[in-house]
């Protein structure tokens, strides 16, 4: 019984403290702009954050005004630099959107991260090059690392392997996407997301890069009929503060914000990781019960040994050759001694 007492006291304790805590924290309000409307990382990480977890985990004390690049219209290369001019504090943004300075791409080469384990260990050791670019051009630090679902190649007609992409025009979301296609043989387009259904609906392009699960909200599974289920990488997305609002903040905040952050990443990786599979089936209707609404008709095509022995040959001879020409040979070692130590991997010119 007296346990028992003990373990209530410690707990209210606890709870107190935090209480206490919380009321420490200034009365404040944060502008925040978040990703894609339309898809998960806006809907089950991003808006719920801001919405509801910020304010009930600061006894109301922190509040924000939080909208998505598509409610705001805006475009995802506009964002950084609609924080660094003082119109938010806070942004959910793409390093392949912002990849002026190569030292950006390297968290995030196509073709490099073959599963979700390996793509978060890459944030931890490329992420601080990233956030120094961050800091000098655009006066923003980075909070934390999550990701959209595993990125795989769409296409309009019936392929079988990844010989069929030869030629075709392919839409990609980045300078290292657009190299690991051509170094496959095709095409790169480039086409902002919203605009890539009616493209690939009219011929524009023949094929797509994206998600598993964003293809299915997007509609891609009514426009294509296949998807190559080999991963051609990951789209990383972080969270960045302006520097001008960060030295605003007393230590009070910003411990806030460091704790809650790292808890956000956290979950973003966990939601997202768990719907890959689940993109997949829904626009397959194969392998379970699509959770998000009716399944479509995708082919999912099973790589073989010579797809896989393609793209690493793409992605060795093409993509990390330009990479590293683009970073320069400082920046490519330091990238070689950090992520191609955790994937086996060397970018030279």
């Known amino acids: 019984m007296m346990k028992t007492g003990i373990a209530a006291a410690l707990a209210a304790a606890v709870v107190w403290s935090a209480g206490a805590a919380a009321q420490d924290l ?16 806006w809907q089950k990480v991003e808006k ?14 922190i509040t924000a005004t939080a909208q998505s690049t598509t409610e705001l219209n805006l475009k995802g290369t506009e964002v950084m630099r609609l924080l660094k001019l003082g119109l938010f504090d806070f942004a959910h ?3 392949i959107y912002v990849a002026e300075d190569a030292a950006l791409e390297g968290i995030d080469i196509a073709g490099v991260a073959k599963d979700m384990a390996t793509a978060r260990k890459i944030t931890e050791v490329w992420g601080p090059h990233v956030d120094k670019t961050m800091g000098s051009k655009y006066g923003a630090k980075i909070l934390n690392w999550y990701t959209f679902p595993t990125q795989m190649i769409w296409c309009r007609d019936q392929i079988k392997s990844i010989a069929d992409l030869k030629g075709k025009k392919i839409r990609v979301q980045g300078v290292s996407q657009g190299d690991l296609v051509e170094g496959l043989g095709a095409t790169a387009v480039t086409i902002p997301f919203g605009e890539v259904v009616p493209a690939l609906q009219r011929g524009t392009v023949d094929c797509g890069i994206t998600g598993t699960m964003p293809a299915y909200k997007a509609g891609w599974h009514e426009v294509v009929t296949s998807v190559l289920e080999m991963p051609v990488g990951f789209t990383i997305i972080y969270t960045a503060v302006s520097e001008a609002s960060w030295n605003k903040m007393n230590p009070a905040t910003k411990d806030f914000f460091t704790k809650e952050m790292k808890a956000f990443g956290d979950r973003g990786w966990k939601i997202i990781g768990d719907e890959v599979e689940m993109g997949l089936v829904c626009v397959s209707g194969e392998g379970g019960t699509c959770s998000e609404g009716k399944p479509g008709k995708v082919v999912r095509v099973k790589p073989s040994e010579a797809d896989v022995k393609a793209r690493e040959a793409a992605l060795n001879d093409v993509v990390l050759k330009r990479w590293a020409k683009r970073c320069g040979a400082e920046c490519a070692k330091a990238w070689t001694d950090s992520v191609g130590k955790l994937t086996g991997l060397t970018a030279t010119p």
Do not use: C
């Open 48 to 61: 719920p954050f801001w919405s509801e977890q910020v304010t009930k985990d600061s006894n109301g004390q």
């Open 93 to 95: 943004a793409l390093p």
């Open 26 to 41: 200034p009365k404040q309000s944060f502008k925040v702009v978040g990703s894609f409307g339309n898809l998960s990382n």
